[in-house]
């Protein structure tokens, strides 16, 4: 498909003391590459340039001005303008907005899509985060001992994180791991494929999460697991540590049973390529 260009950020508007940048972000006058798969399998769909969905709309900055207590909590569809190509065909799904894809961001435009005060060009939390990306892509490597969480809003928290590998891709390069996530201490049900790129200028973030299946994890309505119970999984932080050590060993030595297989993601995301368009 022919290259599009992102369109530049507007001056945004006054309403009631409060500004609309969350919702146009205006930070960043960075053109955003044009995303591409060289060769990828017949199942993605068309690159697609997705509009921002912010937290705070119009509608919604209204009302906070009216009720500054009535604060919006963030949503995993509250995302910036991106590039985005869908893979969930590829699993025999449907296309949801927030099905698996390849998504392709301006880096800085995150957080502020997020909050209802617009950021500042040279506000801290942006090189802050860059640094944060590039050191992970580097290194595998965090404060917490756990992957770096993506930009992208989870409500959960990050549980496991296993099978991390660097990979370069024509623009750019990021790291990939297997990870499980969860509200609170359960049994693990569910895995995901999720890579987390930059640009070579820093300037672009690509995200890619998919679902993984594997035969041996828990299911849905399950009291036990891997020989824990999950009443004692719940109250007690000792055996969850045990408990998520037995599952990554799980995890690790049926690596090669995952599906879609670690491999036939890598290689997809090998084949990104990210094309300037000020070119």
């Known amino acids: 498909m022919a290259s599009k260009p992102f369109p530049q950020a507007v001056a945004a508007c006054l309403l009631t003391g409060l500004s609309l940048a969350a919702s146009i972000p205006v930070h960043s006058a960075t053109l955003l590459p044009q995303l591409y798969v060289r060769n990828g399998p017949a199942c993605l769909k068309d690159s697609e340039l997705v509009a921002a969905n912010p937290t705070y709309d119009e509608a919604a900055l209204e009302d906070l001005a009216k009720d500054p207590m009535r604060i919006l909590k963030p949503w995993y569809l509250n995302m910036p303008k991106h590039w985005s190509i869908g893979y969930a065909p590829c699993l025999g799904l449907a296309q949801e907005p927030g099905g ?56 959960d928290s990050i549980e496991l994180g296993l099978l991390q590998r660097q990979i370069s891709f024509a623009g750019g390069q990021g790291r990939r791991v297997v990870l499980s996530y969860a509200i ?23 995200h890619f999460a998919v679902p993984l299946s594997l035969e041996g994890l828990a299911e849905r309505d399950d009291e036990s697991h891997l020989g824990y119970a999950a009443m004692e999984i719940y109250e007690n932080p000792q055996t969850y540590a045990r408990y998520l050590a037995a599952v990554e060993s799980l995890i690790a030595e049926q690596q090669t049973r995952l599906q879609p297989s670690l491999d036939q993601l890598d290689r997809l995301v090998s084949r990104i390529k990210l094309v300037d368009q000020s070119d």
Do not use: C, N
């Open 100 to 155: 698996a894809a390849l998504r392709l961001f301006r880096l800085d435009d995150f957080p502020g899509i997020y909050s209802s005060i617009p950021m500042a060009p040279d506000d801290p939390i942006l090189d802050k985060q860059r640094v944060a990306l590039q050191e992970w892509i580097a290194k595998g490597e965090t404060a917490h001992g756990l992957p770096l969480r993506s930009r992208l809003y989870v409500e």
């Open 184 to 206: 609170e201490p359960s049994l693990v049900t569910r895995i995901s494929y999720e890579f987390q790129g930059l640009s070579d200028d820093g300037e672009a973030y690509l």
